[in-house]
């Protein structure tokens, strides 16, 4: 029924939800709500989900939970939250399940970076390790080898010294051996994303024959195989500096990598999905990027709440 979500129904159970646990409710909004609720099934489903959220977020520990939101977005009131904040968080699998892993994956991680952070550590054998967004690394040195996992996010590896210890990164379900490199790992939803600037890497995926990746190429792993090799922009890791650097991007390109750096949404309509920008975009800032976006192409950001912006259409 997630599919059929509508955004005004979910606002609408966000603020009964803020209603009725307000100091001064009363037993009218009780029964208003319940009126509510029984006036179509679509709203009951969307009332339990929005209970079952508001229950699992106040289970979490206050540092990893509305610290992570709220200070990114000012303080905000928990009727505020779920007035404004459920539209966001039921989206998808109801939008919390990506943000309550996050943050649990963050909170156990050996390193982690927080959404819209990024941070650079350099490890015992002198390899540096930069997290993207939104990112969770565990290490596992021994006597015997070195493996950096990949538990989400994206990380962009420079080699130290070799040594006799192999060095592997596991990301997903294969394992990435470098040869005196330099390269990025991205963890999607369902592939891993590599990229080589210097040197080259060997990925391997289950039990099949090892691929070879060399510099400037990247390439896609996921069950249904590899994509082909394609070029690699220089470009590529500029999010370490603070940049995102658009050439040709469409909107719909722009919209999803800018979302990785904010809490909430960021989405476009259809009819501006495949306008096209070039320029350079500040991803410590992403409301002056969107702003940027909008003086560089025919379109208007619209804020319908702090966590949910939508790139429509200029009229």
């Not at 330099?182 to 039990?207: H, I």
């Not at 070879?212 to 922009?233: E, N, Y």
Request: glycine share 10%; charged share 25%; proline share 3%.
């Amino acid at each position: 029924m997630t599919a059929g979500v509508d955004p005004l129904v979910v606002r609408e159970a966000g603020r009964w939800l803020a209603r009725l646990g307000s100091e001064d409710v009363t037993e009218a909004d009780h029964q208003a709500c319940q009126r509510w609720r029984r006036a179509d099934p679509h709203h009951e489903w969307v009332w339990q989900q929005m209970a079952a959220l508001q229950n699992a977020f106040q289970s979490l520990p206050s540092h990893a939970s509305r610290s992570d939101l709220l200070e990114r977005r000012g303080t905000l009131s928990r009727r505020q939250l779920l007035g404004w904040g459920g539209v966001t968080l039921l989206s998808g699998a109801l939008g919390y399940g990506g943000v309550r892993s996050g943050l649990w994956q963050r909170q156990w991680a050996d390193y982690a970076s927080g959404v819209g952070e990024t941070r650079a550590v350099t490890l015992s054998d002198g390899t540096r390790l930069v997290l993207n967004t939104d990112t969770a690394v565990d290490v596992r040195f021994n006597e015997t080898t070195r493996e950096i996992l990949l538990r989400r996010g994206e990380i962009l590896v420079t080699t130290g010294a070799r040594e006799a210890r192999p060095l592997r990164v596991r990301a997903g379900d294969g394992v990435i051996r470098p040869v005196g490199t330099r390269f990025f790992v991205r963890l999607m939803e369902r592939a891993t994303q590599v990229g080589v600037f210097e040197g080259a890497v060997e990925w391997r995926q289950g039990g099949g024959d090892p691929v070879s990746l060399a510099a400037g190429g990247q390439a896609t792993f996921g069950a249904g195989g590899i994509t082909p090799v394609s070029a690699l922009s220089a470009n590529a890791a500029e999010w370490e500096n603070g940049r995102l650097i658009a050439e040709r991007m469409t909107v719909s390109q722009f919209s999803g990598e800018l979302a990785r750096y904010r809490y909430g949404r960021v989405d476009c309509e259809p009819e501006v999905a495949a306008l096209r920008v070039t320029g350079v975009f500040p991803l410590t800032d992403t409301d002056q990027a969107l702003a940027a976006l909008a003086r560089a192409l025919p379109v208007k950001v619209t804020y319908y709440t702090p966590f949910w912006v939508r790139i429509e259409k200029k009229h």
